[in-house]
């Protein structure tokens, strides 16, 4: 603010203000800063201010929110605070601060004359406040205002979701969620460079929103490239990253079966078909990928390989309990394969029924046991595999086999 022509009593207000901000970023305590009425020329409306932690420094990222985008800016403790201060009763005479305990405002008159109002919050009304910054947080993987998902027909030239897209959104979002916390699980942030390959890109809404995450939200030197078998779909992606100006991302016509993938530390591939998923998972453990995640579709292998063991003919004299039958075996196969080649893996439904019906998600980071431990770990899962194969009458895994080249 312009502290200068302001009136000691303003002066003192403000600085007050701000030695409550200090504390509550030493404390751990800053939930947020929202500036608002702005005063400026530009079509701007508000900032918004939250702690984040970036390559394991501690950041302010300033989302400032335009009247049709939203652009963010990092900032160390010491500029953000310069920032503020620069901000404070020029261009914005509102400034809202949450912390854990307290809500405290601090406003500016027509004539620059400060006030600092506090209180502090109850308990309900404090976990309220927390709780909505948690949804809110749940949100900031993405937002809505982001380019590339008006270009993929997500959002319209207003950034409004179109209804029609409205279980894609979901569905993206809840990918996102589960690739950050499986990404923060790894040293990868750390490192810094991340290249992402992602198998079936198909139309590449995940694909485009994985790198928007790595390189708008997190800022990394992220690379993430699609491989894609229709050449129309990948000439499709490539003329959009192209339109939008983005740097880290290409798409490449190839067949997973096939494809040499280099330098690749995560895998994705999402409704891969068939046998595709398993070239993929087999793509990512033999890159020494630190993430392998798939959802799986279409099962076609195991179901004419396997006859039901007497005791299950009663269950399994239904067809769609034969192949429901046949996909569990076939993922649970999959999962017990990347646990014996040194991952940790979960499988679990991926976003509810109602918004698509293919849910599953194979989940895999690399583990970090001794080798002693792996090749244990490796032996007893082997052998759980084949007496599974051999209750069933399963000759071939396709994962299985192709891993078994590796030898
Ligand atoms: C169901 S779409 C999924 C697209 C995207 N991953 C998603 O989840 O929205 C499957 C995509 O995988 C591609 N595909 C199938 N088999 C493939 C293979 N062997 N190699 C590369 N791409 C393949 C298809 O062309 C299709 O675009």
New binding site residues.
């Given amino acids: 603010m312009a502290v200068y022509h302001a009136s000691a009593e303003t002066q003192h207000v403000v600085q007050d203000f701000f030695a409550q901000l200090q504390t509550a970023l030493q404390q751990d305590q800053l939930q947020k800063v929202v500036l608002s009425k702005y005063q400026g020329q530009e079509p701007l409306q508000r900032i918004t201010l939250r702690p984040v932690m970036i390559k394991q420094q501690a950041l302010l990222s300033f989302v400032y929110t335009y009247k049709t985008n939203d652009q963010t800016k990092n900032f160390d403790y010491t500029a953000a605070l310069a920032e503020l201060t620069r901000l404070a009763g020029s261009e914005f005479k509102n400034l809202h601060l949450l912390t854990a305990s307290h809500e405290i405002q601090l406003t500016f008159s027509k004539k620059g004359k400060a006030a600092l109002f506090s209180h502090k919050l109850q308990n309900a009304a404090q976990e309220a406040a927390v709780n909505k910054d948690h949804n809110r947080e749940k949100q900031r993987y993405l937002t809505l205002e982001r380019p590339f998902l008006q270009e993929l027909g997500i959002t319209d030239a207003q950034h409004k979701l179109i209804p029609a897209m409205s279980r894609k959104w979901k569905q993206i979002n809840k990918f996102i969620e589960i690739f950050s916390r499986a990404l923060q699980s790894t040293d990868l942030i750390k490192q810094g460079k991340v290249h992402v390959a ?10 485009f929103a994985v790198h928007d995450y790595l390189r708008h939200t997190l800022q990394l030197d992220a690379k993430v490239t699609g ?4 050449q129309e ?1 990948v000439q499709l992606c490539n003329d959009t990253a192209c339109k939008l100006d983005l740097n880290g991302i290409d798409f490449q016509q ?4 096939h ?1 040499a993938a280099q330098g690749i530390n995560i895998m ?7 046998v ?1 998923t398993d ?2 998972i087999h793509m990512g453990i033999r890159t020494g990928s630190d993430i392998i995640m798939c ?1 799986p ?1 279409c099962h076609k292998q195991i179901r004419p390989q396997m006859h039901s063991p007497l005791l299950l003919q009663p269950l399994l004299q239904h067809g769609i309990h034969l192949g429901q039958e046949a996909e569990m075996i076939t993922d649970s196969l999959r999962a017990m394969l990347l646990e014996a080649w040194g991952y940790d893996t979960q499988v679990f439904e991926f976003i509810s029924l109602e918004h698509t019906s ?1 849910n599953k998600m194979i989940l895999a980071v690399k583990n970090k046991l001794s080798r002693e431990k792996k090749a244990e770990k490796y032996q007893k899962i082997m052998a759980q595999i084949q007496a599974i194969k051999e209750f069933y009458g399963i000759k071939e895994q396709c994962l299985e086999s192709l891993l078994a080249e590796n030898l």
């Fill in positions: 992602d198998f079936g890109s198909g139309k590449a809404y995940l694909t491989v894609e078998l229709r779909l190839g067949d997973v079966k494809f994705i591939a999402l409704h891969a078909c068939d595709a070239y993929a959802s579709c293919k």
